[in-house]
């Protein structure tokens, strides 16, 4: 239970945070019964972050935590962390990119 916990917050933080995809279209030619490779387009696509998301985060973090009892203290710990989540999830949405352009 706890991994499938894990990856939806995974899934939700990188659908609230909005990312780039590539999308790969290839059209072919068949002359004398052999396929021909005419034309290859590959466009980097941007999906949008999603506010939706953003809430069932937090829903999903206020299961595990029930904000409204925390003190100032705990709420400000919350805070750090979520951003270091933020941070790890950049770097590496950051390190993927560069693998993607290599290839």
Known sequence: M??????????????????????????YNVSDGKAQLVKRKVVTKRVHPDVSAVKSLLQLSAEQNEISQMTDEQLQVEKLRLLQLLNICDEQTSAQCVIEEEQ
């Open 2 to 27: 706890l991994e499938y916990k894990k990856l939806l917050t995974e899934i939700l933080l990188k659908k609230a945070k909005g990312y780039s995809f590539r999308e790969k279209t290839e059209e």
